[in-house]
């Protein structure tokens, strides 16, 4: 192994293990992190860890990017194994590998999906890792919009102007050619099952909803009547 591919090599290996030290961090103390505490769980002084990381908001930047990325794999990993006509049974993989994941890893959930992190502002590139699990959502509705197989259980509302537009820009911003309505219920849908999963993590179902994974599936089932998946 040459000298800078070794090198490239343990400073993969320490990025990695500052991540590590940082989400413990996460799990004890909230987004709230200290890059003096974290060199101290390591054995270094802090100034060693601007070797690596700009700051606190660039580490807590790659720990966001990192749970978007690996709460969209997981989304997409569990849409991968139903069959692409099963859209209700896509809708139901993609949001229990999201609660699966929320719940295997409620810290870094809470980091991306909680209270925003006073001072800190996401920069753009973690745009597009926070897309892939909605855009996983986005891609089943898609495949049955163009299949013809929409059906809206609910009345219509209209829509006004502004809303119209707005609704518009989420469609391109997702890459999906979709009539307003179905975007909007899609979306209401997907904060349905967000909020669900929040509620759980956050102890607001706690002494009121015991069977907690039934319940979420009878919920997401709903969400898909919402949208109009067959």
């Known amino acids: 192994m040459t000298a800078p591919s070794l090198r490239r090599r343990v400073r993969a290996e320490m990025i990695s293990e500052i991540k590590a030290v940082a989400r413990r961090h996460l799990a004890a103390d909230g987004a709230n992190l200290s890059l003096r505490a974290v060199a101290r769980d390591m054995g270094m002084v802090s100034s060693a860890l601007y070797r690596y990381f700009a700051g606190r908001d660039e580490l807590l930047t790659a720990l966001i990017i990192d749970a978007y990325t690996a709460i969209g794999e997981a989304a997409e990993a569990a849409d991968a194994t139903v069959a692409r006509d099963d859209y209700r049974g896509r809708l139901l993989a993609i949001a ?9 890893h409620p810290a870094e959930y809470a980091l991306i999906f909680g209270s925003p992190v006073p001072g800190y502002t996401a920069p753009q590139h973690t745009i597009e890792p926070a897309s892939r699990q909605p855009a996983a959502l986005i891609g089943v509705v ?3 919009v163009a299949a013809g197989r929409i ?3 609910m009345p219509q509302r209209e829509i006004p102007p502004v809303v119209r537009d707005e609704l518009a820009a989420v469609a391109r911003l997702m890459h999906a050619e979709l009539p307003p309505d179905v975007v909007s219920r899609t979306m209401l849908a997907w904060v349905q099952i967000f909020g669900l ?12 909803v015991f069977e907690r994974p039934a319940f979420f599936d009878h919920q997401v089932g709903m969400a898909a009547d919402l949208i109009g998946l067959p």
């Open 197 to 208: 999963i929040s509620f759980d993590l956050f102890g607001h179902l706690a002494n009121s």
């Open 96 to 104: 229990r590998a999201t609660r699966e994941w929320a719940v295997g």
């Open 142 to 144: 898609r495949d049955a």
């Open 151 to 153: 059906t809206p259980r």
